[in-house]
């Protein structure tokens, strides 16, 4: 596809259609956090060559998971960081490249129902790889174009 913004536009939109429907289904929420897994679990064995961890860490499965999002041109890698404290994930984007950004805004502006892309395929990969279940939780944006998340075992009690 030659046009890349009507790509993202696209994208952006199916989201917006898929949170609008999902929405009226009892549990919603973890209905469309389920699209979004399967959705990351089909690119991860689609690029699964491309993944390589360096090291044993949550954080470092992350890292390793972002790098072949990257190597794709669909992020860029220097916008992820993690910071592990007390065994959750701090996650932090820098938003103004993310391809979901409209998605984000649009949804939160309508109020629809909505669940970051970015950071659940984060917890997906993270869960799949430690082979234990993970939760999240996604902040505001804040003023300098960051989101910022928490990846933490379900079992934490955070």
């Not at 046009?3 to 939109?13: D, E, H, P, Q, R």
């Not at 998971?65 to 890698?77: A, C, D, H, T």
């Not at 993270?126 to 939760?135: D, N, R, S, W």
């Not at 939780?137 to 998340?149: A, K, Q």
Request: one cysteine or more.
């Amino acid at each position: 596809m030659e046009n890349l913004a009507f790509m993202y536009t696209l994208v952006n939109k199916l989201f917006l259609a898929i949170s609008e429907v999902i929405a009226e289904l009892p549990d919603g929420q973890q209905w469309l956090e389920r699209v979004i897994e399967s959705l990351s679990r089909r690119v991860y064995y689609e690029f699964e060559r491309d993944y390589y961890s360096r090291g044993n860490q949550a954080t470092d499965y992350a890292q390793a998971w972002v790098r072949v999002l990257g190597k794709q041109g669909f992020l860029k890698e220097s916008h992820y960081r993690f910071v592990q404290e007390d065994g959750v994930i701090n996650v932090y984007i820098t938003n103004g490249t993310c391809a979901y950004r409209e998605y984000c805004r649009q949804a939160k502006r309508e109020g629809t129902l909505f669940v970051c892309p970015r950071m659940t395929s984060i917890k997906w990969i993270i869960a799949v790889k430690t082979g234990q279940p993970y939760l999240m939780v996604t902040d505001e944006i804040d003023n300098e174009g960051v989101c910022r998340g928490r990846v933490y075992p379900e079992d934490s009690g955070k």
